[in-house]
T-cell receptor
Framework: DGGITQSPKYLFRKEGQNVTLSCEQNLNHDAMYWYRQDPGQGLRLIYYSQIVNDFQKGDIAEGYSVSREKKESFPLTVTSAQKNPTAFYLCASSGGTGTDTQYFGPGTRLTVL | AQKVTQAQTEISVVEKEDVTLDCVYE???????LFWYKQPPSGELVFLIR??????QNEISGRYSWNFQKSTSSFNFTITASQVVDSAVYFC????????????FGKGTRLHILP
């Protein structure tokens, strides 16, 4: 089955620790995206990548880092510099341009203890 | 600047009633795309529809229909004969061609279908 997988589904982190969220897709999509969702809020773009070895900051990139070493993988690291990391994180992919439909993974719920 | 407004934060209807979710957008571009996504309690966003700015024809898919009106910058979504499984948060989104490769999402409307 083609799709997007994110792991883990739930993640707990102590303050001051970095944590990496996984996102993998087998849709052969060029573009991948990371969003953050807070309760009662829409989606805010953290980072996106249109091609391997290249990525751009979104609207709320501070405290986050990404890499795109393989077409199918786009991991997100939440660093200790992120002031309020507790949120729901969604990964998406699309054919390549911003107007293409984005397809989403199941999400990772991160809680900082 | 591009913007998407979903004024209805939360709606509750009784099962089998029809319900319309409103979406108003702002854009300076003539070429743009509009989307609707459904987010059930599991959390994953499910794609429903993508419509380009040159196609104002209304769309129907089963119990779902969409009314696109450029004159009022609206792209409303109607569920006919609602069912409990329709309970979810629904997001409207906008993307402008050739600009930043981003999709801008509204804040969503939480829909409760009461049995």
């Amino acid at each position: 089955d083609g799709g997007i997988t994110q792991s883990p589904k739930y993640l707990f982190r102590k303050e001051g620790q970095n944590v990496t969220l996984s996102c993998e897709q087998n849709l052969n999509h060029d573009a991948m995206y990371w969003y953050r969702q807070d309760p009662g809020q829409g989606l805010r773009l953290i980072y996106y990548s249109q091609i391997v070895n290249d990525f751009q900051k979104g609207d709320i990139a501070e405290g986050y880092s990404v890499s795109r070493e393989k077409k199918e993988s786009f991991p997100l690291t939440v660093t200790s510099a992120q002031k309020n990391p507790t949120a729901f994180y969604l990964c998406a992919s699309s054919g390549g341009t911003g107007t293409d439909t984005q397809y989403f993974g199941p999400g990772t719920r991160l809680t900082v203890l | 600047a591009q913007k998407v407004t979903q004024a209805q934060t939360e709606i509750s209807v009784v099962e089998k009633e029809d319900v319309t979710l409103d979406c108003v957008y702002e854009t300076r571009d003539t070429t743009y795309y509009l989307f609707w996504y459904k987010q059930p309690p599991s959390g994953e966003l499910v794609f429903l529809i993508r419509r380009n700015s040159f196609d104002e024809q209304n769309e129907i898919s089963g119990r779902y229909s969409w009314n696109f009106q450029k004159s009022t910058s609206s792209f409303n979504f109607t569920i006919t004969a609602s069912q409990v499984v329709d309970s979810a948060v629904y997001f409207c989104a906008l993307s402008e061609a050739g600009r930043d490769d981003k999709i801008i999402f509204g804040k969503g409307t939480r829909l409760h279908i009461l049995p």
